[in-house]
């Protein structure tokens, strides 16, 4: 692919319209009672728009499956890598889905994913530059060594299908990106996380990123379903909502696809969709939840790329 002509753009778009499809169509069958979706196509001023899917029930308290192409002649700085430099850049076309996850029961762990393809463009929509980027990670409540040690395997045994050093490499990329320096904590037990990619041409990235999702919604199907029937109490729930001020934390203040999606003038409410919705910032913890903190930020502190 030399050119990104309306042709290739929409065979393109269609690849991660099948993805989020897929996403929420395996979100939404997991709740039992009272499932609900609501999408809204949306359109961005500046060129392109995109699709996002809102999905809530007994399982999924809210999950946002999030799709976008979009296009424009200034890519914001502050959404992408110190060690990204774009040079004699005259347009930029972004396609992704992005996809979080909140389940209502706290042994449930909350999950994203997104999966993202850059262009830089030349004249007549000529391709300058491309990179692939994305990946996924997990913020349990309560962790469990099996758990975690289940969610790198299938990380590293889906990587290792297209390079033997992506996983070691992508897991690191990953506890360096979702880190709360202000807390001094991992936002979760990690995953995979990778950005100006280029593995091989852009047929074969493509399947890399296609393998990404399914991973994904895999691992993260069998852990969900593994959790959801647990019983649990006002202290583990307090424990969870407590936690979840983690993930708002990191989302507005060090994310870069927010400041991405917020910078490039896309529609805030699909940008914003991915934080919980309920969350609370006590002033004061009590014993009980110290205690189950103290035994979380144990498994937050390993590196789990090493124990598999």
Request: aromatic share 12%; glycine share 8%.
């Amino acid at each position: 692919m030399n050119k990104l002509d309306i042709t290739s753009l929409k065979a393109l778009e269609n690849k991660f319209r099948n993805i989020q499809k897929n996403l929420a169509k395996s979100l939404f069958k997991l709740n039992r009672k009272h499932p609900n979706t609501i999408s809204k196509n949306w359109k961005r001023k500046g060129g392109g728009g995109g699709k996002s899917i809102s999905i809530s029930g007994d399982v999924i308290e809210k999950a946002a499956v999030n799709f976008s192409s979009i296009s424009g002649t200034n890519l914001p700085g502050s959404s992408i890598s110190s060690k990204i430099q774009i040079k004699n850049l005259s347009r930029f076309h972004a396609v992704g889905v992005s996809v979080i996850s909140h389940p209502s029961n706290p042994f449930c762990p909350t999950s994203h994913m997104n999966v993202r393809i850059f262009f830089v463009l030349g004249k007549n929509n000529k391709i300058k530059d491309w990179w692939i980027g994305g990946g996924f990670d997990l913020t349990p409540y309560f962790s469990t060594n099996k758990e975690n040690a289940f969610w790198h395997n299938q990380a590293k045994a889906m990587l290792e299908k297209f390079n033997k050093n992506y996983y070691k490499k992508f897991a690191k990329e990953c506890d360096e990106y979702f880190y709360l320096p202000h807390r001094n904590e991992k936002r979760g037990i990690g995953g995979v996380f990778f950005d100006q990619l280029q593995h091989g041409d852009i047929e074969n990235s493509l399947k890399l990123i296609q393998e990404v999702a399914n991973c994904f919604i895999g691992s993260y199907l069998d852990i969900v379903n593994n959790t959801k029937n647990k019983s649990f109490s006002i202290a583990d729930k307090d424990f969870q909502l407590y936690r979840r001020g983690r993930y708002v934390e990191f989302n507005l203040l060090f994310d870069r696809g927010t400041k991405f999606g917020i910078e490039s003038n896309g529609r805030a409410d699909s940008i914003l969709a991915s934080l919980p919705p309920t969350v609370t910032w006590p002033n004061k913890l009590s014993p009980a939840l110290k205690a189950k903190e103290k035994k979380l930020l144990k498994f937050l502190g390993k590196n789990w790329d090493e124990h598999i």
